[in-house]
T-cell receptor, first 114, second 110 residues
Framework: DAGVIQSPRHEVTEMGQEVTLRCKPI?????LFWYRQTMMRGLELLIY????????DSGMPEDRFSAKMPNASFSTLKIQPSEPRDSAVYFC????????????FGPGTRLTVL | SQQGEEDPQALSIQEGENATMNCSYK?????LQWYRQNSGRGLVHLIL?????REKHSGRLRVTLDTSKKSSSLLITASRAADTASYFC??????????FGAGTRLTVKP
């Protein structure tokens, strides 16, 4: 298996622009997670899906952030409009069943908002 | 919000020495996991220990869990330069997801 696939790997955009991050989980995994990592705040869970349904989105910073999982093999995290403080590395992870299982992380998307 | 907290924040040792990192958490757990993150990469799962287990081994890794003290430790024996990375503990939360600590940055000098 190719593992969790994220795209793009790097994104540089200007403040106010819309940003869409993409994730393909490992085939057969039922849970998907979006994380954000910064030096200041560490690794933060943004949202957790189980069987394509959002279970916990309490970590989503504000209404500018939205996440979707239209099917078992694809998820997006959208930021609109983006702000410089959104600059971070965004990780997607998947696990076989629930969030208590081992999570398999993608390589991350490094987002820079100028 | 974070559930686990690693200690120390940073650790620097010589190759061949043992490295011990600790994790404390606040609420009851079902399991605790340790992950490693190399610079610029995603986290990689190392080991999972369940709440009814006290110790677990995997190669040069030894994990202990003390549920009465709500703490866990990760021991890396005979460290190598390639062990240089950040190490995170993760504990399960009420919504069946895992929460990660801030991590311990380990540097192993050759």
């Amino acid at each position: 298996d190719a593992g969790v696939i994220q795209s793009p790997r790097h994104e540089v955009t200007e403040m106010g622009q819309e940003v869409t991050l993409r994730c393909k989980p490992i085939s057969g995994h039922n849970s998907l997670f979006w994380y954000r990592q910064t030096m200041m705040r560490g690794l933060e869970l943004l949202i957790y899906f189980n069987n394509n349904v959002p279970i916990d989105d309490s970590g989503m910073p504000e209404d500018r952030f939205s996440a979707k999982m239209p099917n078992a093999s694809f998820s997006t995290l959208k930021i609109q409009p983006s702000e410089p403080r959104d600059s971070a590395v965004y990780f997607c992870a998947s696990s076989p069943r629930t969030g208590r299982d081992t999570q398999y992380f993608g390589p991350g998307t490094r987002l820079t908002v100028l | 919000s974070q559930q686990g907290e690693e200690d120390p924040q940073a650790l620097s040792i010589q190759e061949g020495e043992n490295a011990t990192m600790n994790c404390s958490y606040k609420t009851s757990i079902n399991n605790l996991q340790w992950y490693r993150q190399n610079s610029g990469r995603g986290l990689v799962h190392l080991i999972l220990i369940r709440s009814n287990e006290r110790e677990k081994h995997s190669g040069r890794l030894r994990v202990t869990l003390d549920t009465s003290k709500k703490s866990s430790s990760l021991l890396i024996t005979a460290s190598r330069a390639a062990d240089t990375a950040s190490y995170f503990c993760a504990t399960d939360a009420y919504n069946n997801d895992m929460r990660f600590g801030a991590g311990t940055r380990l540097t192993v000098k050759p």
